[in-house]
């Protein structure tokens, strides 16, 4: 079974400051993989997904992450954070052939001015 | 152009009363998928179904109960609520399992007394 970790369940940043949301993941075969976010009092929405071809994926809002098979990981990045990026960002993990995610336990950004 | 929907919004019920959850996508999607978020949990999937009339379970689907007769509609029922199925629940539909995008409702806080 597949199984998702994120690492950090707050993480603080200044206002233009680099954000960088953790992600880790257990797959027997290669996986696909999603970050949503979610907004106060909202459901979740995606921000990117990778599934096959370039490891490094662009998504909204200026997020990106890059998928590393080595190390197994799928962290969440952005080069300047703004207020309006607080809010719970969670990863998740599917298996090819299987209709279901898996997501981790989310990591909720609190981005000061 | 109303997407996805839930209702109600709010519920307060009391230990030992059915509830029922409603579910209603306009998109036409395959899939469906009701989730429970919990602090400290993230989101579980309590079923699925992939078609009408084709449901299975998720992660934590004791004490609970879904149909789709219709393809828009995947309502969850809660057949004797208990203190412990407080929580938001969050109803997702999706073209197709695994690597698609899922599209969450804005959720139902559900409190059990």
């Known amino acids: 079974a597949q199984s998702v970790t994120q690492l950090g369940s707050h993480v603080s940043v200044s206002e233009g400051a680099l954000v960088l949301l953790r992600c880790n993941y257990s797959?027997?075969?290669?996986?696909?993989l999603f970050w949503y976010v979610q907004y106060p009092n909202q459901g979740l929405q995606l921000l990117l997904k990778y599934t096959t071809g370039a490891t490094l994926v662009k998504g909204i809002n200026g997020f990106e992450a890059e998928f590393k098979k080595s190390e197994t990981s799928f962290h969440l990045t952005k080069p300047s954070a703004h207020m309006s990026d607080a809010a719970e960002y969670f990863c998740?993990?599917?298996?090819?052939?299987?209709?279901?995610?898996?997501f981790g336990k989310g990591t909720m950004l609190l981005v000061s001015p | 152009d109303a997407g996805i929907t839930q209702s109600p919004r709010y519920k307060i019920t009391e230990t030992g009363r059915q509830v029922t959850l409603m579910c209603h996508q306009t998109?036409?999607?395959?899939?469906m998928f009701w989730y429970r978020q919990d602090l400290g949990h993230g989101l579980r999937l309590i079923y699925y179904s992939a078609a009408a009339d084709i449901t299975d379970k998720g992660e934590v689907p004791d004490g609970y109960v879904v149909s789709r007769s219709k393809t828009e509609n995947f309502p969850l029922t809660l057949e004797s609520a208990t203190r412990s199925q407080t929580s938001v629940y969050f109803c997702?539909?999706?073209?197709?399992?695994?690597?698609?995008?899922?599209?969450f409702g804005p959720g139902t806080r559900l409190t059990v007394t």
């Open positions: 997702a539909s999706s073209t197709s399992g695994g690597a698609y995008e899922q599209y």
């Open positions: 998109w036409s999607h395959s899939y």
């Open positions: 998740a993990v599917s298996k090819p052939g299987y209709s279901t995610l898996t």
């Open positions: 797959s027997s075969v290669p996986p696909y």
